[in-house]
Structure formats: structure tokens, C-alpha cells
């Protein structure tokens, strides 16, 4: 079946660390998405990237790092300078023709817990 | 400062009856609004969507109405059932592609 993988569920961090969260697709969709949702809030936009080697910057991409060298894939690297890291991780795609429809297909997503 | 609000954090409603779900917006560019469905521990799932050149757009139970003028939108859902117990984000976006999401409103649906 046609989906987003995220991967791991859970993860847990010491402080200091970097984390790596996996986001594989296999949609053929264009564009990918990380997005972060903390309780009460909406969710916030990380970094995006509509092109394979291309990515930018969403409202809240310090302390954060991404790839994209292949279109299925879209790791996000959670460092250490990132400094509120626990929280509920995002990953979407969505497929970018003639007309846009907003429409973006979600992953299960990962949460991250730093001890 | 937020541009797409849901100021309802729950909402309960009795199984088969109505349930309204509302959405505020402050930035007159955005021309498409769209509102997901969010299991715990999922992801969210694309419901329905609305052009800001419409004012109402239909899928089975699920309506939205669009209020320009007021810049508000609902998402009703008639008649309810206890699988429509999720929380619900609002989420709006203009030329650039990028969406704006609302803080969610969770529904209950009591049998």
C-alpha cells in the first residue's frame, strides 16, 4: 500500500544529543513536509521541500537539519541546539501539479521525549 | 500572533445531532481553507477543503461554510456518529503553499 512511513514511533533523548527521525514515501509525491505539534497548538511548520536536493526553511527551523537526496526520503535531524526538542514530529507529502489543493498526506508520527 | 484560530478546545455533542466546529481567520489572502481529522497518536487526514471563491462545499455528512466578510468558517457534521470523535484542525493557505493550522478543537460524541 501507497503511504508515509515515519519511523521511529518513540524515541527518547538525553540532553545534547542529535536524533535523526526517518520520513520515507512512496507516493511518488513531489513535495515533503516536517511539521512539530506541541498540546494546544496548531501545528508548525519545521522545513519543507518541493524538489529532490532542495529544501527551506519553515517558521521554526532552528536547531533543526534536513536532507532530501532522494524524492521518497526526508530525514529530520533534531540537534542538540534545538532547545524545547520534545514534542510530537509530523512528517507529510503532497503532490504539487497545476493546482494546488493543500491536500497532505500524514505520517503516523514520532514522539520525541528528551530525558 | 495567530492567524487561523479555533477558540473552541472541545466540543461535545450528542450522537446523531448536529456538530459545528468554527474557525477564525485574520489574513485576507488566503484563497483556500481546509480542515483535517486527527486520531491520537496519528497523523491528520484530509477531510474537506473550500476555495475562497465558494461560500459552501459538500461531502456526504460534512459541509463547510465559508464567511468571507467575517472571516469565519464551520465545518458541520450532520448527523453525528461516536467515529467522528477526533480532534479537528482548521488550516488556511495563499500563493505561497504553505498552510496555516488552527490549535485544533477536539469532538466528542456521547451515545
Known amino acids: 500500500d501507497g503511504g508515509i512511513t515515519q519511523s521511529p514511533k518513540y524515541l527518547f533523548r538525553k540532553e545534547g544529543q542529535n536524533v535523526t527521525l526517518s520520513c520515507e514515501q512512496n507516493?511518488?509525491?513531489?513535495?515533503m513536509y516536517w511539521y512539530r505539534q506541541d498540546p494546544g497548538q496548531g501545528l508548525r511548520l519545521i522545513y519543507y521541500?518541493?524538489?529532490?536536493?532542495?529544501?527551506q526553511k519553515g517558521d521554526i527551523a532552528e536547531g533543526y537539519s534536513v536532507s532530501r537526496e532522494k524524492k521518497e526520503s526526508f530525514p529530520l535531524t533534531v540537534t542538540s541546539a534545538q532547545k524545547n526538542p520534545t514534542a510530537f514530529y509530523l512528517c507529510?507529502?503532497?503532490?504539487?501539479?497545476?493546482?494546488?489543493?493543500?491536500?497532505?498526506?500524514f505520517g503516523e508520527g514520532s514522539r520525541l521525549t528528551v530525558l | 500572533d495567530q492567524q487561523v484560530k479555533q477558540n473552541s478546545p472541545s466540543l461535545s455533542v450528542q450522537e446523531g445531532r448536529i456538530s459545528i466546529l468554527n474557525c477564525d481567520y485574520t489574513?485576507?489572502?488566503?484563497?483556500?481553507f481546509l480542515w483535517y481529522k486527527k486520531y491520537p497518536a496519528e497523523g491528520p487526514t484530509f477531510l474537506i477543503s473550500?476555495?475562497?471563491i465558494k461560500d459552501k462545499n459538500e461531502d456526504g455528512r460534512f459541509t463547510v461554510f465559508l464567511n468571507k466578510s467575517a472571516k469565519h468558517l464551520s465545518l458541520h457534521i450532520v448527523p453525528s456518529q461516536p467515529g467522528d470523535s477526533a480532534v479537528y484542525f482548521c488550516?488556511?493557505?495563499?500563493?505561497?503553499?504553505?498552510?496555516?493550522w488552527g490549535a485544533g478543537t477536539k469532538l466528542i460524541i456521547k451515545p
Open positions: 507529510a507529502s503532497e503532490i504539487i501539479g497545476t493546482r494546488y489543493t493543500g491536500e497532505l498526506f
Open positions: 507516493l511518488n509525491h513531489d513535495a
Open positions: 521541500s518541493q524538489i529532490v536536493n532542495d529544501f
Open positions: 489574513n485576507s489572502m488566503f484563497d483556500y
Open positions: 473550500i476555495s475562497s
Open positions: 488550516a488556511a493557505g495563499d500563493s505561497n503553499y504553505q498552510l496555516i
